[in-house]
């Protein structure tokens, strides 16, 4: 169940949420592009094609805009669903 956002606070913290989903998404779909993967689960990646996804994330993303990018996190978990991937699946409902 989701809760109602009830303050100011509570709010930017959403917005700031769904810019840093957003920039994430972004950076899957440049990633998948310039790797040509097609598929949305990691478990149809090779090693290879998964060190190279990593390597265009770091390079293109957190080398350049600094370690925080995609927030301030330990982990993030890449499911390989890009900003074209999303949309698709919006359209087709």
Avoid: P, W
Avoid at 27 to 41: E, M, Q, R, W
């Amino acid at each position: 169940m989701v809760e109602k956002i009830s303050t100011e606070a509570e709010f930017q913290t959403f917005i700031r949420e769904r810019q840093l989903a957003a920039r994430l998404r972004d950076a899957i779909s440049f990633c998948k592009g310039a790797l040509d993967i097609t598929t949305v689960t990691d478990r149809k990646l090779d090693q290879e094609q998964r060190v190279g996804f990593e390597r265009c994330l770091t390079e293109n993303y957190l080398v350049k805009h600094g370690n925080d990018y995609f927030g301030k996190r330990d982990l993030i978990y890449i499911d390989l669903y890009g900003t074209e991937d999303i949309k698709a699946m919006q359209t087709s409902v």
